[in-house]
């Protein structure tokens, strides 16, 4: 998807989890579990949460609703896919939603922080360096997804159990530091670099696992460890989009 004057957004996850999440949903392989269903209705308001209607309305005002919608949904979607609880094609649904929304991680309004996350994002720019914001493809994605966690929220048939369909692993090379960042207070976080155990190497490069229950780093001196202390979106959003 692209905008006029914008980069295209990175949707190749998502398209490709999209499409298993509805061929579980129609295969009955996928009946969400209390985590899921709850994440899935948060997101799904985000989704369909329409514009505030304003007194005073301008055409600068109009567009920072729009890209402050877009932006609830990445966080809402970062959120719940980080805290853990949902299942692991929910996690790999919601990592996917969170990639494709990454343009609006920090805007239009950025965490009120120097060391809050900082993810590389490639976006076009005015002549005055503003960067453009590919809203109205971000924009064009809410119908198809809305329509999906729809569905998915559909409660299952009293007296079925949740039935989770298995979800896809993968693993990937990378080279670059992983940054684990915490927020001990509001307004304040704290960040520092993963380094191997054994090696104390930061960049890698990493071999970088994920069953969609837990991430695994390898490094190059042939140790591997899922204690790296990152979550989720903190390895997931700084890799390609393949």
């Not at 579980?24 to 969400?32: I, K, N, Y």
């Not at 991430?215 to 979550?231: F, K, N, Q, W």
Request: with cysteine; net charge positive.
């Amino acid at each position: 998807m692209t905008a006029t004057g914008a980069q295209p957004l990175p949707t190749r996850a998502l398209a490709r989890e999209s499409g298993r999440a509805r061929q579980s949903l129609t295969a009955g392989q996928w009946r969400p579990t209390e985590a899921d269903a709850e994440a899935v209705a948060r997101v799904l308001a985000r989704l369909t949460a329409p514009l505030p209607v304003r007194r005073a309305d301008s055409a600068r005002m109009r567009a920072t609703d729009r890209d402050r919608r877009l932006q609830r949904i990445w966080r809402t979607s970062v959120h719940h896919l980080d805290a853990g609880a949902v299942s692991a094609p929910a996690a790999a649904l919601l990592a996917a939603v969170a990639r494709a929304f990454l343009p609006w991680y920090a805007a239009p309004t950025p965490a009120p922080a120097a060391a809050a996350p900082r993810y590389p994002v490639a976006l076009d720019t005015t002549a005055d360096g503003v960067p453009v914001l590919p809203t109205e493809a971000g924009e064009a994605l809410l119908p198809g997804l809305a329509a999906l966690f729809a569905d998915l929220a559909v409660p299952h048939p009293r007296g079925t159990a949740a039935l989770t369909p298995p979800a896809v692993p993968w693993e990937i090379r990378h080279a670059g530091r992983f940054r684990r960042y915490g927020r001990p207070a509001p307004g304040v976080w704290t960040a520092d670099t993963f380094r191997c155990p054994g090696c104390a190497r930061a960049d890698g490069p990493w071999t970088v696992s994920c069953d969609w229950r837990l991430i695994t780093l390898g490094c190059p001196c042939g140790v591997v460890t899922d204690e790296h202390g990152l979550a989720f979106s903190e390895v997931w959003l700084r890799l390609p989009d393949s």
